[in-house]
């Protein structure tokens, strides 16, 4: 009878500590399968975090590619590595194609020295015609203006032999001579020098085939500055 109430006793106990087990074993079961879904939730986030940065660095990374190359060829067009920049003159100058123009303001009339030096101290120089286009170009804008103004041409260094600023010669099929350059030194040999730099006469009376004048250099008159379009330029 005792060793039956023993026998009884270790099985309730067995099927007491085996249900005990069960429900430690549950729980274990329970906890593991949080325990990754925890893990892959924060997993994801963290991976819907970095990816704005991941898309981020490879955005950045084929725009340096696409303008790398670029910058390196010295003939490709300065606006092709600026594509991403809205000013490409600065302020107060006026952008053409890749050509950036800049007019003296109404109160400033000066030498045609003075205007070249304020013309290179903001990246520039005076303004030089290359072309028919360009050459109408300014004549339509500063035909509003209606007065005089120096561009980047002279005869300084040798009576005759014209030449822009930037060293080249004038071409003489691209010429827009108002009338004869005559050298004058003025009533009275007012202008020793002669007549050594230019004009253009955007003015009522006259026409874009026909508006250049030599005028003696120390004259005041007002003066057009040219440079190229860079990126680099801020306002
Ligand atoms: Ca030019
Ligand atoms: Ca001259």
């Keep these: 009878m005792a060793e039956e109430n023993v026998y009884a006793n270790v099985a309730a106990l067995s099927t007491e500590q085996n249900e005990g087990l069960k429900d430690l074993r549950v729980p274990q079961k329970r906890s593991k399968v949080t325990v990754e879904r925890v893990a892959l939730v924060v997993l994801s986030v963290l991976l819907l975090a970095a990816l704005p940065a991941l898309v981020g660095v490879s955005v950045r990374r084929s725009c340096e590619d696409e303008s790398g190359p670029m910058e390196k060829t010295t003939t490709a067009p300065v606006v092709q590595t600026c594509l991403n920049r809205t000013k490409l003159c600065g302020v107060n100058w006026i952008q053409e194609g890749f050509r950036c123009y ?3 303001t109404t109160r400033t009339h000066v030498s045609w020295s003075t ?3 304020t013309c290179r101290d903001m990246g520039g120089d005076l303004v030089k015609i ?17 007065e005089w103004f120096w561009i980047g041409l002279t005869d300084s260094k040798a009576e005759g032999d014209w030449t822009w ?36 006469l955007p003015v009522k009376g006259k026409t874009v085939e026909k508006c250049w004048a030599d005028l003696y250099c120390g004259l005041r ?5 040219e440079k190229e379009a860079t990126c680099n330029t801020t306002a």
Excluded: H, M
Excluded at 178 to 198: A, F, L, Q
């Design 130 to 146: 290359d072309s028919r286009e360009e050459q109408a170009f300014l004549f339509q804008t500063l035909s509003v203006e209606d």
């Design 221 to 225: 008159y007002r003066f057009v500055c």
């Design 102 to 104: 800049y007019l003296s």
């Design 165 to 200: 600023t930037d060293g080249s010669s004038l071409n003489q099929n691209l010429t827009f001579w108002t009338k004869e350059r005559d050298d004058w030194n003025g009533s009275n040999d007012k202008y020793p020098e002669g007549e050594d730099c230019v004009l253009i």
């Design 115 to 117: 205007g070249r030096a």
